[in-house]
């Protein structure tokens, strides 16, 4: 198969707004002959459901959750970039397009990594509009501050809650599309195929999940926005109901799935504590501003934590080694999320972990605090400030800034953060990799669109921090409602379908099987413990370091557990009722093929790049060595029958503005 | 650590429902939904069916999270989500109830999930500003305050999860349509429609049948962000206003 990105020609600058401007164009009362399947609710999914409603189109949208607003993206804590340089330090959209290549380690396409820069700073205005209350300087502008992988203050927030606020505005711009009956919202509903017709992505069958109803749903072009795949590790930062089924169920109709070894580990998360934890949770990037992250000099020094018997602030200035600072001057604790990771799994590794299990650094806020309540002391005029008064008023200032996230770290751990460093540790948090997409958000399969984290495109081989939100809202406010004109101006005339075509029924038919074939199969083992089990292999040999045995090792023992899965699961309940052990159930058994697929991938790219670090390709300081000559390429894998090996399609990368460089953040 | 738990099962909306003992072998370090999930794996390993409970982010801010416990929306920890609640604050041997939330505008679907879906139709009936993509001004043409954009970040906190219903003797839906009318309606954005706003999303609330506003504050008591009541007289200054203001 030949894989057309379809980035227009011309100069990258510009690229999109002459594409805009010649792209066929569908007429309003043409629009609303037309209907548009949205499946999710989340910035991506709620943004372009809103979007196209106000548009005119028809649109459905779906979600698993008994809300709209209840949908991951409310989780995302530090920010949002844009390239709007309020700050006068010299950002750009030219900055914001080549920090995101570079941080995505030259794996991503220019001309759709631009495009994101240049919308990035619509994206403020309209969220500002929708009432969205950002932080703002005393002056009333917006205020912005620093994230991983770049030298300018570009990142937009709303306290450690940015993503539930611009979610929120994403839900009102969908709520208000729903009161008018423009969308039609489907709460609890799951889906569980999509539906070709002559090879047009034509609509989906669903689940209802409180009655278990089989249903079906028909459109001129169906959109996914149905988020990342991080939960093939069970343990991430991801909530409990994060999947990949609606990805992977277009897979097994045809759709391509690209670069899913490009998993990202995200430094700053509080360390796992036991066998029956059921998620790990972030502290937010935004914390590196201020934290600083060490690990004590010397074994016995960490020994001694580890026992209980020292505490963190026991150890001297001169015995702490703040390897993110040493290593990396340029960028210090502010290096992007992969280079973070590594080093702390590294120092780990040596034996300086400071948590019990050894897989634990410290974030420290100390000289943060110090230094805030200096400035704030002199700025008062106070005249020899005590010890005392200068911390308390620089922690007055930190709680300001990262109070929520604080909080979170002491309800969970039961530790003051100001008191004592934080502990952290790398946890799986994003996943690049996704359904292959055009510059159109067209999958392979002509009316599949996807959307947000669930495609591919942007990031590259790693993410830099603040930087899911801004797609996450291009993709559905500024990128889809034009590019599915590309599509859906050739259909005007398309009738709408009906769903007794035997399409329709073949899917519903190969969706209630696969159901009735999980109640019956009548074993002993939970879903759940099968997913635990899937977490472990993955994280073993397919997480922050991986090698070639270890990846064939991991596909072997992945091969098996699907077998034990179809042997020996248990499914209690039935399918016509609210039945959360199915549900998982299904989403499990996709797990299941996607974590093979992204072994496979990963074993295939013979290189490190970005979140993918492979220890046979590494360079002496043990930094990811890439190999552009044999690896500047999109993998993107079709795997419609599983009982056959997966088929490699690749996409040839070309940086025609941007000089390819060894990533150096030294 | 051992805990006695008297949990609400019920089939389905219409089923009635009862209390069922369980007990569970916890440990201090678990989260209170962990404690439940090793709860359904021993109630799945015997065949037997698991409790139903909603929950998703486990982080305190997607609002999926619900539960009475022992008397308490999201259960005895000021300003905590079900979810971030920890075991360490219950001991050994304690009966623990858990019950869904009770309000007429909440049905139960099964067991410990209720129906929320009237928040949504309360955001719907003009919980939004009317702006189109594509329609907006710079974002710093609009000036707004710090303390202006505190506040209404304050309100805009709220996570929709309902436990003011739920600790509401009145069931009453104030303090979550207090919380949108004051988010907007502190802001310039929201200044042009907030009387159509007060007035329709206060008229959508009694259709779903929340009961009045008796000022009992168990709301903010009970809210897991700290939500404050003061949301509820700028909600009633507005809506006061729109009577005179709007045909509604």
Known sequence: MELNGKVPPGDLAEKWTKYKSSMPLVSPDNKRRLDVIVVGSGLAGASA??????????????????????????????????????????????????????????????????????????????????????????????????????????TFYARGQTGQQLLIGAYQALSRQISLGK??????????????????????????????????????????????????????????????????????????????????????????????????????????????????????????????????????????????????????????????????????????????????????????IERYGKSKAHSSNMEN?????????????????????????????????????????????????????????????????????????????????????????????????????????????????????????????????????FMTTNGKQSAESFHRRLGKIMWEYCGMARNAEGLAKARRLIQELKAEFYADLYVPGSTDEFNPELEKAARVADFLEMGELMCIDALKRSESCGGHFREEFQTEEGEAMRDDEHFMFVAAWGWQDTSQEPELHKEPLIYENIKVAARSYK | MKLNLKIWRQQNAKASGRFESYQVDANEHMSFLEMLDVLNEGLVSTQKEPVAFEHDCREGICGTCSLVITGQPHGPQSGTTTCQLHMRHFHEGETIVIEPYRAKAFPVLKDLVVDRSAFDRIIQAGGYVSVDTGAAPDGNDILIGKEVAAKSFDAAACIGCGA?????????????????????????????????????????????????????????????????????????????????????
């Open chain 1, 49 to 154: 459901a809103a979007s196209l409603g106000e548009l005119g189109y028809n649109v459905k949208c779906f979600t698993f959750h008994d809300s709209p607003r209840r949908a991951h993206s409310i989780a995302a804590q530090g920010g949002i970039n844009a390239a709007k340089n309020y700050k006068n330090d010299g950002d750009s959209v030219y900055r914001l397009f080549y920090d995101t290549i570079k941080g995505g380690d030259y794996r991503a396409r220019e001309g759709n990594v631009h495009r994101l820069a240049e919308v990035s700073v619509d994206i403020i205005d309209q969220c500002v509009a929708q009432g969205v209350p950002f932080a703002r300087e005393y002056g009333g502008t917006l205020d912005n501050r620093s994230f991983g992988g770049t030298q300018v203050q570009r």
């Open chain 1, 183 to 368: 969308v039609t919202m489907y709460n609890r509903h799951e889906m569980l195929d999509v539906v070709l017709i002559d090879g047009k992505a034509r609509g989906i069958i669903t689940r209802n999940l409180v009655t278990g109803k089989i249903e079906r749903h028909a459109a001129h072009a169906v959109v996914l926005g149905t988020g990342g795949y991080g939960n093939v590790f069970y343990l991430s930062t991801n909530a409990m109901m994060c999947n990949v089924t609606a990805a992977w169920r277009a897979v097994r109709r045809g759709a391509l799935m690209a670069n899913p070894c490009y998993t990202q580990i995200h430094p700053t998360c509080i360390p796992q504590y036991g066998d029956y934890q059921s998620k790990l949770t972030l502290m937010s990037e935004s914390l590196r501003n201020d934290g600083r992250v060490w690990v004590p000099k010397q074994k016995a020094d960490a020994e001694a934590i580890r026992q209980g018997k020292k505490r963190g602030a026991d150890i001297p200035e001169a015995d702490r080694d703040y390897y993110l600072e040493r290593r990396y001057p340029a960028y210090g604790n502010l290096v992007p999320r992969d280079v973070a990771s590594r080093a702390a799994k590294m120092v780990c590794d040596e034996g300086l972990g400071i948590v019990p299990t050894g897989l634990g650094v410290y974030l420290d806020f100390a000289a943060a």
């Open chain 1, 385 to 517: 400030p005590s010890a005392q008064q200068i911390w308390d008023l620089g922690k007055a200032i930190v709680e300001e800034k990262y109070g929520n996230l604080f909080e979170m770290y002491e309800k969970i751990t039961g530790e003051d953060p100001y008191r004592n460093p934080m502990k952290i540790y790398p946890a799986v948090h994003y996943t690049m990799g996704g359904l292959w997409v055009d510059y159109n958000l067209e999958t392979n399969i002509p009316g599949l669109f996807a959307a947000g984290e669930c495609n591919f495109s942007d990031h590259g081989a790693n993410r830099l921090g603040a930087s899911a939100l801004m797609q996450g809202l291009a993709d559905g406010y500024f990128v889809l409602p034009y590019t599915i004109g590309t599509f859906l101006s050739k259909e005007i005339r398309t009738p709408k379908f009906n769903t007794d075509l035997p399409e329709f029924a073949e899917a519903e038919k190969a969706v209630r099987d696969r159901l009735h074939g």
């Open chain 2, 164 to 248: 003011c219903v739920a600790a509401c003797p009145n069931a009453s839906a104030m303090l979550f349509v207090s919380a949108k009318v004051s988010h907007l309606a502190l802001l310039p954005q929201g200044k042009p429609e907030s009387a159509r706003r007060a007035m329709n999303m206060v008229h959508q609330m009694d259709e779903e049948g929340f009961g009045m506003c008796s000022n009992v504050t168990a709301c903010e008591a009970e809210c897991p962000k700290g939500i404050s009541v003061e949301n509820i007289a700028r909600l009633n200054r507005e809506f006061i206003g729109a009577s005179f203001t709007t045909s509604k």
